[in-house]
């Protein structure tokens, strides 16, 4: 089974409005971290917003937030006013377990374009 | 956080060859890793680099095939080794700071984008 599941392989988004990127996880370890990190097509990977698996409230980095569901193992990033520098594959991920050999693994991305 | 410098930051080169790539940290980390990602693909990881022995490699990821070095806390190489037209990818470095409040988020160098011929 796959442990980062990412359904929309491309989403488009008018500038100025919101978006939000799906993810699913599926990990039975109780302690784990999601991360959600931007691709442009320069390569680099920017990392964006982390949440942990024990935080009560939703992360939120400026104009980045996201939309943790537990219960239902999501962890949707939200874009709130896009910018055409936005455009980019955007990659949600998950580390499980603490100390030592953390492994983190990557969903497939969703390739956001915003259109003017 | 860290800031990852990564070079060369592109190269093409010939079947059979080998090339090592770089990594430098700006300050002292706990861990680095190696992935690879293919044209359109998600990342992979190759291995985790450990400070003075050998790297733990992923399934499918072999030392002969993609040796890692380590020698301290801030640098890093990775050489792909007898490569094929198969290994054109981006090769991308990425370190861990640690520690308690950390998070254990992982910072990425810029990549290097390997053309085989």
């Known amino acids: 089974a796959q442990k980062i599941t990412q359904t929309q392989p491309g989403m488009f988004v008018q500038e100025k409005e919101a978006v939000t990127l799906d993810c699913t996880y599926d990990t039975s370890d109780p302690s784990y971290g999601l991360f959600w990190y931007k691709q442009p097509s320069s390569g680099e990977m920017i990392f964006l917003i982390y949440?942990?698996?024990?935080?009560?409230q939703n992360a939120t980095e400026g104009r980045y937030s996201l939309n943790f569901q537990k219960a239902r193992k999501s962890a949707n990033l939200v874009i709130s006013a896009s910018q055409l520098g936005d455009s980019a594959m955007y990659f949600c991920a998950m580390r499980e377990g603490t100390g030592g050999y953390q492994k983190v693994t990557f969903g497939t991305g969703t390739k956001l374009q915003v259109i003017p | 956080s860290a800031v990852i410098s990564q070079k060369p930051s592109r190269d093409i080169c010939q079947r059979g060859t080998s090339l090592t790539i770089q990594c430098q940290v700006d300050s002292q980390v706990t861990m680095m890793f190696w992935y690879r990602q293919q044209p359109g693909q998600s990342l992979t990881l190759i291995a985790t680099a450990n400070q003075g022995s050998e790297a733990t490699y992923e399934s499918g990821f072999v030392i002969d095939k993609f040796p890692i070095s380590r020698p301290n806390l801030t640098f890093s190489t990775l050489t792909v080794s007898n490569m094929s037209p198969e290994d054109s990818s981006i090769y991308l470095c990425?370190?861990?700071?640690?520690?308690?409040?950390?998070?254990?988020?992982?910072?990425f160098g810029a990549g290097t984008r390997l053309s085989v011929l």
């Open positions: 990425s370190a861990t700071t640690g520690g308690r409040e950390a998070k254990n988020i992982q910072y």
């Open positions: 949440q942990g698996s024990y935080d009560q």
